[in-house]
Structure formats: structure tokens, C-alpha cells
């Protein structure tokens, strides 16, 4: 079957670093996604990776291993304003997101 | 670019009646629009993939017959609660994907929040 895993929540400091894991099953893999939703709102579009290793994008960063099945999301520089929940999201081979059931990051002062 | 509007955000509306649900792909064309639907603290689940001019895909447990999809434009696609109950009560997200064969983004809309009394 089809799976999505990520843990359900997480705790860090303002100004620190959080990295965010997600392992996927998928029937086939057209890629990786990361969408941030903040609460009563819409997911947003943080990163796709299709190939393995790391794409940077300002403070948030997507690594992809295709072998293992293992993506993380790292934020740098965390802000209060990044508390929000991260949602894992693997495409398969028809094209369709495979959701995870997001993580809730709280960013303490 | 890439923006994605819905409406209304919001909806009150009593039980037994029908509520329709807009979403619009503002500056793109949408081949394929995706309906979600999200209660608190849950993740997303798909409801049903519609492609223009065809009929709806439904996930499995979706009663096509009480969620209407109608995708009858590349940049409209149109859910239809009817004889809404209580339990539908939910928050309720498009998403649209663009033509381009390299681009599988998906662009999500603000969202709908439905509250059936």
C-alpha cells in the first residue's frame, strides 16, 4: 500500500534549526513534496524534489533519497511565524499525492 | 502566478439544503482540479480529481451523488454539497494543476469553511 510517514508534531526555539522527516511508500514516484499550512488556511507550496540530494530555498531546505524513501524539510532561522504544520506529500506513478498527516511545528521564544 | 480562488471561504447553511462551492484558476489554465476535504487537526483527504469536460474521480467511501463535481472550463470546477447534514460540517480545499507536462505542482485554493446547523 501507499504511506506517508511523518511525526505528528515538534518543538523548537526561535532562531534555531528543526529538521522534519518524512519516509514514503509509494507505487511509483514521480517526486517529493513539502506544503506548509498554517491553521484555518490552505496548504502552501514550499518544495518539490524529484532527484536525490538537497535543494536550498532561502531559509527552508528539501533533501530527497530515493533508495531509502526518506525526505526531511530543514528550516534555518526559525520564526515565530513558521509555527505552522508541514505536510509531506509523495507523488505515484499516476500522477496523484500520496498526503502525509502533517507535522505541527511549535516555535517557542 | 499560479493563483487559485474560492468561494465563498465561508458558508452557514441549514441541514437539508445544497451548497455549491466555486473554484477558479486566475491566471492559468487547470487541466486537472483536485477537492479536498479537512476536519480539525486531520490531514488532507482527497475527495475526487476532475479533469475538464469529463466526469469526476471519487475516492473510495465518496458519495459522488451527494458531492457534485462539475469541471466544465479549464479554469472552473464547481463542488456541490446536497441535502448537507451536520457531519459535513468540514473545511473544504481545490487544488488545480497546470497544462504544462513538467509542472505537477498543485496550487491550492484559501479554502471553504462549511458549517451545516
Known amino acids: 500500500g501507499q504511506n506517508i510517514d511523518q511525526p505528528t508534531e515538534m518543538t523548537a526555539t526561535e532562531g534555531a534549526i528543526v529538521q522534519i522527516n518524512c519516509t514514503y511508500q509509494t507505487s511509483g514516484f514521480n517526486g517529493l513534496f513539502w506544503y506548509q499550512q498554517h491553521a484555518g488556511e490552505a496548504p502552501t507550496f514550499l518544495s518539490y524534489n524529484v532527484l536525490d540530494g538537497l535543494e536550498e530555498k532561502g531559509r527552508f531546505s528539501s533533501f530527497l533519497s530515493r533508495s531509502k524513501g526518506y525526505s526531511y524539510l530543514l528550516l534555518k532561522e526559525l520564526q515565530m511565524k513558521d509555527s505552522a504544520s508541514y505536510l509531506c506529500?509523495?507523488?505515484?506513478?499516476?500522477?496523484?499525492?500520496?498526503w502525509g498527516a502533517g507535522t505541527k511545528l511549535i516555535i517557542k521564544p | 502566478g499560479a493563483v487559485v480562488s474560492q468561494h465563498p471561504s465561508w458558508v452557514i447553511c441549514k441541514s437539508g439544503t445544497s451548497v455549491k462551492i466555486e473554484c477558479r484558476s486566475l491566471?492559468?489554465?487547470?487541466?486537472?482540479m483536485f477537492w479536498y476535504r479537512q476536519f480539525p487537526k486531520q490531514s488532507l483527504m482527497l475527495m475526487a480529481t476532475s479533469n475538464e469536460g469529463s466526469k469526476a474521480t471519487y475516492e473510495q467511501g465518496v458519495e459522488k451523488d451527494k458531492f457534485l463535481i462539475n469541471h466544465a472550463s479549464l479554469t472552473l470546477s464547481t463542488l456541490t454539497v446536497t441535502s448537507a447534514h451536520p457531519e459535513d460540517s468540514s473545511f473544504y480545499i481545490c487544488s488545480a494543476r497546470g497544462g504544462t507536462s513538467d509542472s505537477y505542482e498543485q496550487y491550492f485554493g484559501p479554502g471553504t469553511r462549511l458549517t451545516v446547523t
Open positions: 491566471d492559468f489554465q487547470a487541466t486537472t
Open positions: 506529500a509523495g507523488m505515484d506513478s499516476n500522477y496523484q499525492l500520496i
